[in-house]
T-cell receptor
């Protein structure tokens, strides 16, 4: 049981390049989330998904796209990277609130450090 | 909108002593959840403790306990018998009853001094 994994762990991009961050979870969770963490600002929600094939915008969605083609995977895409997207990105997953057996808790991956030059 | 405030950017405590981290939040919701997460240098987010707003009893997990004051919208974390491994960034988080969206504070960096 690996929990939540993220690929890659580190990446350096040039302005305008594109890339995709992969998040995978093996806990059969319905909900998945992408956050970014910046110094002095805590974690901010970018996009989230409440099930396979669904996505929704969070607090800071601009410049990012996501897809949830499979229940266990949640992809975060940057089509044209900008220096303002330099950050640490965290993926998380959870069961829906009050679902049978749910701990009502998010499980986080180890993070991806992205630098955009 | 929900906001979570942690007013202590940095704190330190002597090993084996007790320390309290503060958190306040603002919401118009009546049903919600509150969490404390720990982020060590490895950057992984680790759940420390959670509290359901409808429960009056304060949550405890071994050396970790909370003081939940719903009327004051306050949710502080007490760490007893501090250990070197407690050194980390601690985040307070709020989750609405519907939607499973989390709102995080800006964090408190705790250093346990040998």
């Amino acid at each position: 049981n690996a929990g939540v994994t993220q690929t890659p762990k580190f990446r350096v991009l040039k302005t305008g390049q594109s890339m995709t961050l992969l998040c995978a979870q093996d806990m059969n969770h319905e909900y998945m989330y992408w956050y970014r963490q910046d110094p002095g600002m805590g974690l901010r929600l970018i996009h989230y998904s409440v099930g396979e094939g669904t996505t929704a915008k969070g607090e800071v969605p601009d410049g990012y796209n996501v897809s949830r083609l499979k229940k266990q995977n949640f992809l975060l895409g940057l089509e044209s990277a900008a220096p303002s997207q330099t950050s640490v990105y965290f993926c998380a997953s959870s069961d829906p609130l009050l679902a049978p057996g749910s701990t009502d808790t998010q499980y986080f991956g180890p993070g991806t450090r992205l630098t955009v030059l | 909108a929900q906001t979570v405030t942690q007013s202590q950017p940095e704190m330190s405590v002597q090993e084996a002593e007790t320390v309290t981290l503060s958190c306040t939040y603002d919401t118009s919701e009546n049903n919600y959840y509150l969490f404390w997460y720990k982020q060590p240098p490895s950057r992984q987010m680790i759940l420390v403790i959670r509290q359901e707003a409808y429960k009056q009893q304060n949550a405890t997990e071994n050396r970790f306990s909370v003081n939940f004051q719903k009327a004051a919208k306050s949710f502080s974390l007490k760490i007893s018998d501090s250990q070197l491994g407690d050194t980390a960034m601690y985040f307070c988080a709020f989750m609405k009853h519907v939607g499973n969206q989390f709102y995080f504070g800006t964090g408190t960096s705790l250093t346990v001094i040998p």
